[in-house]
């Protein structure tokens, strides 16, 4: 607050708070990178969710000498809401109990533990959290976080400054990293594209169940699908599933296809979207056009309109994308989207608001489109030929 135009030290103080809380977000990044890295979630769940730091650190890669920095982790991630933390009554070994009787916090190797006298201390004891929910289990999503917080999406940002302050040639931050469009590198490099793949199909098997329970009846009324740059087809797999009569197929490049599971309702077709889409009553494109630029995406949808143009039924386009302050959950997803439209600079791709939508469909010839916000952060778009 200021007085007289003057900032009083408690708004300078809270100012200095908020500056060193932004900048240091990072390490909440890769706080979360360490337990990915760790495995912490599964060490957790395999004690039923609730576990103390010795039982964590008998079930994780940690060595010995950093065991005591392990604690430091734990409580970074307990304050970001990863896990929570609460006190346990443990028994203390003999030693430590007699170490010290007056309540003061000592620290038995793997964390604090406060000593009460009595031959126990107060362990603290880790617990799953919904968040941390996320990373265990079938439907994981921590092989989508572990594609995020790799190296090869981090170090394009630490160049974003200079970046921005010079012409470079490449508008394109991944390239001017690695020297390589992030779908080229995909091609070339299999460790990349199975990081890539695999983040996609746990997003896509995470998204679909919860789209198919909302939203299902966009997929009622038509019987072939074509899942455009459907990645290795998770998404195509629960729609398939949920709706057996309908017939989906899976288009992407080359060098996916050929690592797509076998011997599945769902088909696997290598196309090329910029060239032509194969015939189907609905496309599907999910998480797709934030990748390209408005041009791009007036071509890809053109592809689209003239797949759908020769099916007999549905005929629209269904999209699974962010649309930025889409209602009514717009304010409270707005962070999160607007995060994901500066990190979607990394492929010089963009998060649209509805007009920027809509100007894309017109350009392509659509007639209307619907918006369905029922998907967190994404939503859902129908788009009527
Ligand atoms: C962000 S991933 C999305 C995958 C999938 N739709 C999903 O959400 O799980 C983008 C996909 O576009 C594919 N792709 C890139 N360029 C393509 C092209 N020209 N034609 C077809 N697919 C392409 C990539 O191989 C990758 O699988």
């Known amino acids: 607050m200021a007085v007289n135009g003057v900032s009083t030290d408690q708004a300078l103080l809270d100012a200095e708070h908020e500056l060193w809380r932004t900048s240091f977000s990072y390490i909440k990044s890769m706080a979360v990178k360490s337990a990915l890295d760790l495995r912490l979630a599964d060490a957790i769940d395999h004690h039923g969710g609730a576990a103390t730091l010795p039982q964590i650190v008998a079930r994780v890669a940690v060595h010995p000498s950093k065991v005591p920095c392990l604690r430091r982790l734990m409580r970074v991630l307990a304050v970001s809401g990863v896990f929570s933390v609460q ?67 981090i170090t394009p940002f630490l160049g974003i400054g200079a970046w921005f302050e010079h012409p470079l040639p490449d508008p394109c931050i991944f390239r001017q990293q690695h020297g390589v469009a992030l779908w080229k590198m995909a091609d070339k490099d299999p460790a990349f594209d199975a990081l890539v793949n695999d983040g996609m199909v746990s997003d896509s098997s995470f998204i679909m169940e919860i789209a198919i329970r909302e939203c299902g009846e966009v997929f009622q009324g038509i019987t072939s699908l074509i899942d455009v740059a459907g990645g290795l087809g998770a998404a195509s797999q629960v729609i398939s599933k949920a709706f057996p009569g309908l017939e989906c197929t899976v288009m992407d490049l080359g060098h996916v296809i050929a690592k797509a599971p076998s011997s599945t309702a769902v088909k696997y077709v290598v196309g090329d979207m910029f060239e032509s889409i194969p015939p189907a009553d609905a496309v599907f494109i999910k998480w797709v056009l934030h990748d390209w630029g408005h041009k791009d995406c007036v071509k890809i949808l053109k592809n689209c309109k003239k797949s759908i143009a020769s099916g007999e039924k549905g005929g629209k386009i269904i999209i699974m994308d962010i649309v930025v302050g889409a209602r009514p959950s717009g304010e409270k997803h707005k962070e999160l989207q607007v995060l994901f439209d500066m990190y979607m600079t990394i492929v010089d791709g963009i998060e649209r608001d509805e007009h920027e939508w809509e100007k894309i469909f017109v350009e392509a010839g659509f007639s209307g489109y619907k918006i369905i916000p029922v998907l967190g952060f994404r939503s859902i778009i129908e788009v009527y030929p």
């Open 87 to 153: 006190q346990h009554q443990t028994v203390l070994p003999a030693a430590i109990a007699n170490d010290n009787g007056n309540g003061a916090v000592i620290t038995n190797g793997v964390g604090a533990a406060t000593a009460n006298g009595n031959g126990t201390a107060a362990e603290p004891l880790y617990a799953l959290t919904p968040v941390s929910r996320l990373l265990v289990g079938s439907r994981s999503l921590a092989s989508i976080m572990s594609m995020i917080l790799d190296p090869a999406f």
